[in-house]
């Protein structure tokens, strides 16, 4: 099978592929060595075409126009309930297409605030998310349409995108660590080594940040007080899930980087997060070990680190609910 390499951006000829070529050549050359390993997943995840728009909006736009669905009349920041400020833009994507999915990365990445050895991961990561999402459970979705959720299939599909985070970020550096010592023969660089260190910081700052758990503290007491527990979902889950990713995100680096994360593993270890979570971090270096995609025992432990966030998942008579404090 073969897979399109498209680099439409216009990129600086100081830009150095692994075969020479300079500029957009360059890119070319890097993408290659991905498209080669992903036609060696294709039993498990079929790539049709790897893109580098001039404008990565625009091509998002062309691609996927659907893909951001109108704003709900009863989202919470229209409401006035508490809300959390929205993490950055993505510099990837990956489009389903009928040939195949479309991986496509932002020009910047090819800008001076990276380079290769940040690069290959990136797009490793990018490729292993895809078979992540092939081969980790996630239940079916109700009818179009349905308004009921069920608790599990919430918890199911949370632990299941936790895990994958964590899995593809462990794989992406196993694989560049063996393009860098066995292809390239070059020791990691020291601008992929300090962006590392900046994103675990990042993930160590947001995991343990008193604004996280005052945000928490208020969807709570607005719960109690109104009992609208619509609005509160639709709150809280999403911050309890960006708290999640994060720590997932610091997990993979402690464990792959265990003596570069030395200094920042202390401080997690220190903050006060709910003891499940030393529970969910075993749980997913266990499975990252063995291979396994049985996700459902991660059910409980995320349960767990949730209620220890203040979210307590339950079932209602019309579907998906939450405890309120007392309950």
């Known amino acids: 099978m073969r897979i399109s390499v498209d680099v439409e951006a216009t990129l600086p000829e100081s830009?150095?592929?692994?075969?020479?070529?300079?500029?957009?050549?360059?890119?070319?050359?890097?993408?290659?060595?991905?498209?080669?390993?992903?036609?060696?997943?294709?039993?498990?995840?079929?790539?049709?075409?790897i893109l580098v728009p001039a404008d990565f909006g625009a091509a998002l736009d062309e691609l996927a126009p659907d893909r951001h669905a109108p704003r709900s009349r009863t989202d919470p920041s229209a409401s006035g309930a508490p809300t959390a400020p929205k993490p950055p833009k993505a510099m990837t994507a990956a489009i389903p297409a009928p040939q195949g999915w479309v991986l496509v990365f932002h020009p910047g990445i090819y800008g001076p605030e990276h380079d290769a050895h940040m690069r290959y991961a990136l797009y490793w990561r990018e490729l292993t998310r895809l078979v992540n999402k092939g081969r980790l459970p996630v239940p079916l979705r109700a009818a179009t349409g349905a308004s009921r959720q069920d608790s599990h299939a919430?918890?199911?599909?949370?632990?299941?995108?936790?895990?994958?985070?964590?899995?593809?970020?462990?794989?992406?550096?196993?694989?560049?660590?063996?393009?860098?010592?066995?292809?390239?023969?070059q020791e990691l660089s020291e601008r992929a080594r300090t962006a590392?260190?900046?994103?675990?910081?990042?993930?160590?700052?947001?995991?343990?940040?008193?604004?996280?758990?005052?945000?928490?503290?208020?969807?709570?007491?607005?719960?109690?007080?109104?009992?609208?527990?619509?609005?509160?979902?639709?709150?809280?889950?999403?911050?309890?899930?960006?708290?999640?990713l994060a720590l997932s995100h610091a997990w993979a680096t402690l464990d792959h980087f265990p003596d570069l994360a030395a200094p920042g593993a202390e401080l997690l270890h220190r903050a006060e997060l709910p003891a499940a979570a030393r529970d969910l971090h075993t749980f997913f270096r266990n499975r990252h070990v063995a291979g396994s995609p049985d996700m459902e025992p991660g059910t409980e432990l995320l349960a767990a680190l949730w209620a220890g966030f203040g979210l307590r998942l339950a079932d209602g008579p019309d579907g998906l609910t939450a405890l309120r404090p007392g309950d």
Request: hydrophobic share 45%.
């Open 196 to 244: 590392l260190l900046h994103a675990f910081a990042a993930d160590l700052g947001h995991v343990t940040s008193a604004d996280a758990r005052t945000w928490l503290r208020m969807l709570a007491d607005d719960h109690a007080r109104t009992g609208d527990t619509v609005t509160y979902l639709r709150a809280v889950r999403p911050l309890v899930m960006r708290l999640s």
């Open 15 to 49: 830009l150095r592929g692994p075969e020479g070529g300079t500029g957009p050549q360059a890119a070319r050359e890097e993408l290659g060595v991905i498209a080669g390993a992903a036609r060696g997943l294709s039993d498990v995840v079929r790539i049709a075409r």
């Open 154 to 185: 919430v918890l199911l599909t949370a632990v299941s995108r936790l895990f994958g985070e964590y899995d593809a970020a462990r794989k992406a550096w196993d694989f560049r660590d063996g393009l860098l010592r066995k292809v390239l023969r």
